[in-house]
């Protein structure tokens, strides 16, 4: 009978697929160099051992730091991209192929550090897009060292996240508070714990949720250092600022304070963290837990535009339909249709499973109209947003046209999204710049699943 070691220990030597060699292996094999091959070919050995009592569950959330080799070269550094101290979330989730990180995540505790090492040729077999510096048939293999910070159940996560808020919010209070008494500053405080000054009063009625506002601002930290300004020509974006208000396009701090303010008014607010981007990295110029001080001036405020006339939802559909087809012909474009209408075109496949509803994932975009204006992009400057681009997926945060298409996304996938006026701004469009029943076109970059 044949030692299932060695045939193990040979198909690592000649760069075979793991996972078609072990298959059959119930509990994992040990290899000389002390890691061990899963029945799904994934390797691990712990270098580590935590003190932690409960391995990662399926749902469960994890916080670790975590680099990516490929040979010596470094794909992935953790403390690179995150603060230096802030390790990465992680959501547990079944594993969903053979060699899928979360089956190795779900063997560790909290504390542990471990090596996980997944044959290149398995991964390329298995369809990921080859990287530079891939070479099949010669027991490459991709690396992840992984240290796992933290591991909590969805209920734990919830709590421990409330009460963070909680913590922050008393330290932005006594921040703020103490920054106002150095400064000499009377602000006005409202019950969700905004502060504002008003250096001169408008005329007219307060603004009303919907209603379109034409905004000068310019964005602080409480150090002073600018983080964006539409009246300062160094952020190249000097025209007045569009937002219908109250409808949750903007942060919280300005979805309240506008409504405080009439026509022609010139305010200062002061944002806590958690009206503003919380918890999380904005950008280099916007930490974590930052609070926000805005100088703004409200300029104009317009009703909000009247709907286009009521047209069939199906029949603006097929409208909407007939313009995508006549588009992929003139521009030689191979696009796949979903069931709702969508169409999308993948230019580079990622790796793992898709995004799931419920994942909280970071994307590159650029969105334009079928005639090719750009709206909107957080890979170009002059959009002054040049930061990832983080949301919740299938809860609502972005249009639907979104919150199915990243569905179809595995990490690091470039493509397009074809998005028909039903799945995007409908009647209604979005301020000047998305007319009503507008087909977007967004090219997408999956960056990131936690």
């Known amino acids: ?13 000649l760069g075979l697929s793991a996972t078609s060699v072990a298959q059959d292996m119930p509990n994992g094999v040990k290899l000389k160099d002390g890691f061990t091959v899963l029945k799904s070919g994934l390797e691990y050995k712990v270098v580590k051992h935590g003190t932690g009592k409960k391995k990662a569950a399926n749902t469960d959330h994890a916080e670790l730091f975590i680099h990516v080799y490929l040979d010596d070269s ?17 959501t547990i989730q079944a594993p969903k192929a053979n060699g899928d990180l979360m089956e190795g995540f779900m063997l560790l505790v909290a504390g542990d550090s471990a090596i996980f090492r997944v044959p290149v040729d398995s991964m390329l077999k298995g369809g990921a897009q080859p990287m530079p510096g891939m070479k099949q048939g010669v027991n490459q293999k991709m690396r992840y060292e992984v240290q796992v910070v933290s591991i909590r159940t969805d209920a734990e996560d919830k709590k421990f996240n409330e009460e963070q808020a909680g913590k922050q919010k008393g330290i932005d209070e006594k921040t703020l508070t103490d920054y106002f008494k150095k400064k000499g500053i009377k602000a006005t405080k409202t019950a969700s714990g905004l502060y504002y000054t008003v250096s001169k009063q408008g005329t007219g009625p307060v603004a009303q949720v919907g209603q379109v506002l034409s905004v000068n601002y310019t964005g602080r930290l409480l150090n002073g250092s600018t983080f964006d300004s539409n009246t300062d020509t160094a952020f190249k974006h000097p025209e007045p600022f569009k937002v219908p208000i109250g409808k949750g396009n903007v942060i919280k701090g300005w979805d309240e304070g506008f409504l405080l303010f009439n026509k022609g008014t010139k305010a200062v607010l002061y944002i806590p963290s958690t009206l503003a981007y919380g918890s999380q990295d904005r950008s280099p110029q916007i930490p ?18 009247k709907p ?12 909407d339909d007939k313009l995508l087809q006549e588009y992929f012909a003139k521009n030689n474009i191979k696009a796949e249709k979903t069931a709702s209408g ?23 975009y650029t969105g334009r109209t079928m005639d090719g204006k750009v709206f909107d992009s957080n890979t170009d400057p002059k959009f002054n947003h040049v930061s990832p681009f983080t949301f919740t997926l299938g809860v609502g945060q972005v249009i639907r046209g979104w919150d199915e298409g990243v569905q179809l996304l595995q990490l690091g996938s470039r493509g397009s999204f074809y998005i028909p006026s039903g799945m995007a701004y409908g009647p209604s469009g979005m301020g000047g710049s998305i007319p009503p029943n507008s087909v977007l076109i967004f090219d997408v970059e999956l960056v990131g699943i936690d």
């Open 342 to 364: 969508l169409y999308y075109s993948i230019s580079q496949k990622g790796l793992g499973p898709k995004a799931a509803s419920g994942k909280k994932v970071t994307m590159n």
């Open 288 to 305: 974590a837990n930052s609070i926000l001080v805005f100088e703004v001036e409200l300029l104009d405020i317009e009703d909000a535009p």
């Open 74 to 90: 470094v794909i992935f550094d953790s403390r690179k991209m995150y603060n230096a101290t802030k390790p990465v979330p992680v």
């Open 308 to 319: 286009a006339p009521q047209v069939d939802p199906a029949e603006q559909a097929k409208v």
């Open 1 to 13: 009978m044949t030692n299932r070691l060695t045939l193990a220990a040979l198909a690592v030597s």
